[in-house]
């Protein structure tokens, strides 16, 4: 037991000699070769210039290792990077011709689909609201659904080049149209927030009209003399709007109608609301107020009667309103609750 005991440490020591080369001379000057026998089996014999060649072939191996190590990195990196062909190959005028031919071919499919939901929209007054509410929607829905056709079926670029494609592309959109940026973005709120929707009879500044469109840069707006005006989203975003419907087919239309300072205001509220009540504009279900206010003008006191009711439908707002004033003056002048002296 004592003989494998020996012989199993002078091999480990012969071993640690083998790890550390340079250092045979140093521990054994006087021997060219180290012996060492194990009971039973073999001998093991090591000479100086086994140890010497050991040493320079695993000095060799290590530098050759790392010579192939930090080639292959090399060759990592530039595939990530991707050559010159490559980069030409990913902008060859074929795939060129064929984004050009898919950005046409959505924007005409964008546009056929557009004009039927309007075309429906306007058919029906009842769904008309909810269909042009989502509209834009289903435009931005549409753009991007184009835009990852043309990335994915036509370029098909890897994970890391995508991502940095974009980053770039932020980047320099970023920096060259803030102001563009900004409009878009506020687009996108006001389609999230949703402050009011396309059909929705608006006030914002000095503009009052309905929505007809809110696209990425503006919202368009079309007047009550048919004008249409285009509004930043980002001055929407950052100024107060009124809306008179928040998305239903109704809203409150109010006529005004100046009346002498000592008129029978019972009998004007009754003939004011039925008045009202017989005409064809008229949103019965919600109610009818009439009010009074006092007001001066030219040195003398008037009483302002204001007629409160709803209309059916929002694109009627101003022939109920007309409607209303005119049937109102003719039958207080009728049943002579006023003289033609009196009207302002």
């Known amino acids: 037991m004592s003989k494998y005991i020996i ?34 089996t073999f001998t093991v014999v090591i000479g100086k210039a086994q140890v010497d060649t050991v040493s320079l072939i695993t000095k060799e191996k290590s530098k050759s290792e790392t010579a192939a190590d930090s080639a ?21 005028f074929s795939k060129i011709f064929w984004t050009l031919v898919i950005i046409v071919l959505g924007y005409l499919i964008i546009r056929f689909v557009i004009r ?22 289903v435009r931005i829905l549409l753009w991007m659904l184009i835009v990852f056709v043309i990335i994915k079926g036509i370029y098909n670029p890897p994970m890391e080049t995508y991502l940095a494609m974009w980053a770039s592309a932020a980047i320099a959109i970023g920096l060259a149209a803030q102001d563009l940026l900004k409009n878009v973005f506020g687009g996108i709120m006001l389609l999230f927030d949703r402050p009011f929707q396309v059909g929705d009879k608006i006030e914002t ?62 009998k004007a509220r009754k003939i004011a609301i039925e008045t009202a009540q017989i005409s064809r504009f008229i949103y019965l279900e919600k109610p009818i107020v009439v009010v009074f206010f006092n007001e001066v003008k030219e040195r003398r006191s008037y009483l302002k009667m204001r007629l409160k009711a709803y209309v059916m439908d929002i694109r009627y707002e101003f022939q109920f309103k007309s409607d209303m004033t005119e049937i109102v003056i003719r039958e207080l002048l009728k049943q002579g609750v006023i003289r033609k002296g009196d009207l302002f």
Request: aromatic share 4%; proline share 6%; net charge negative.
């Open 7 to 40: 012989s199993i440490i002078f091999f480990l020591s012969a071993s640690l000699i083998l790890a550390e080369p340079d250092t045979l001379p140093a521990r054994f000057p006087n021997i060219d070769t180290l012996e060492v026998a194990l009971p039973d």
């Open 72 to 92: 292959q990195k090399r060759v990592h990196v530039l595939q990530e990077m991707g050559t010159p062909g490559e980069v030409i190959n990913v902008i060859s």
């Open 116 to 137: 039927i939901l309007e075309a429906i929209a306007e058919k029906s007054s009842k769904l008309r609201i909810g269909l042009k509410s989502i509209i834009p929607v």
């Open 205 to 266: 500044g000095k503009y009052y009209g309905e929505v007809i469109e809110i696209g990425l840069r503006a919202t368009r707006i079309v007047t009550p003399d048919d004008s249409v005006v285009s509004v930043p989203n980002m001055e929407l975003m950052n100024s107060s709007v009124s809306n008179a419907n928040s998305g239903e087919l109704n809203c409150q239309v109010v006529a005004e109608i100046y009346l002498p300072i000592d008129v029978d205001t019972q």
